[in-house]
């Protein structure tokens, strides 16, 4: 990849409050997410994050996340917040991914079966994503839990854009994308103080560490 002028996408995961949306786009945020996926500490109803979409910033898109929700929570999630992309993290399969009329990444969990294959296999499986999203976690588990995965175990060829995730954090955001080249970047408990409450400064220092890093590849 030619990496001049390249800019790392940044999307803030997990809000709770219209305040840290608003702080997170004002501090360069490319994206925001909203988090429906069932026993996750960041949950949210469609009536909360369609409250909080409204602190949006002009041209920072809204993600609603899912994971194995039942196909009337998506379409209530994407009728009430009318999100730019989805993300789904469980085992739903492309059909179901792409019947919601709304582009959407997959998530690879890196303790999966699937992560170990062939990056062909993953194109097959996921024909319709528009990209795909490199989280810690292991199948049947959500991600946001704070870890890292072995970064050289990102699978080589992957033919649409990728996204890093997993324990990602201003203090090791730098070397990960140098290291990897990802299109875009994912972080959640990385700037909070606790579950869902966003830490301004951790968000500050973050994104200026992920323009640190676009900086260095031009030099």
């Not at 991600?143 to 890292?148: D, F, P, Q, R, Y």
Request: with cysteine; net charge negative.
């Amino acid at each position: 990849m030619n990496r001049t002028l390249f800019r790392t996408r940044i999307k803030f995961c997990g809000f709770t409050r219209p305040g840290d949306v608003r702080l997170a786009c004002e501090l360069g945020a490319d994206a925001i997410g909203f988090v429906f996926a069932p026993g996750s500490s960041r949950r949210i109803a469609p009536e909360e994050a369609r409250a909080m979409r409204q602190a949006l910033a002009p041209l920072v898109d809204a993600v609603a996340l899912f994971m194995d929700n039942p196909v009337e929570e998506v379409r209530e999630a994407v009728r009430q917040v009318r999100p730019s992309l989805l993300q789904f993290h469980g085992g739903e399969d492309d059909a179901f991914c792409r019947g919601f009329g709304v582009p959407y990444i997959k998530a690879i969990p890196m303790g999966s079966e699937l992560a170990e294959q062939h990056p062909a296999n993953i194109h097959v499986r996921y024909p319709s994503a528009s990209g795909f999203l490199f989280d810690s976690h292991t199948a049947g588990t959500s991600g946001g839990s704070g870890a890292v995965f072995d970064w050289s175990r990102i699978p080589a060829g992957v033919q649409k854009p990728f996204i890093l995730a997993g324990g990602l954090h201003a203090g090791n955001i730098f070397d990960a994308i140098i290291g990897t080249l990802p299109w875009g970047v994912d972080v959640s408990s990385g700037i909070e103080g606790e579950p869902g409450l966003k830490d301004g400064e951790k968000m500050r220092r973050f994104v200026e560490e992920v323009r640190r890093a676009d900086c260095a590849q031009l030099d």
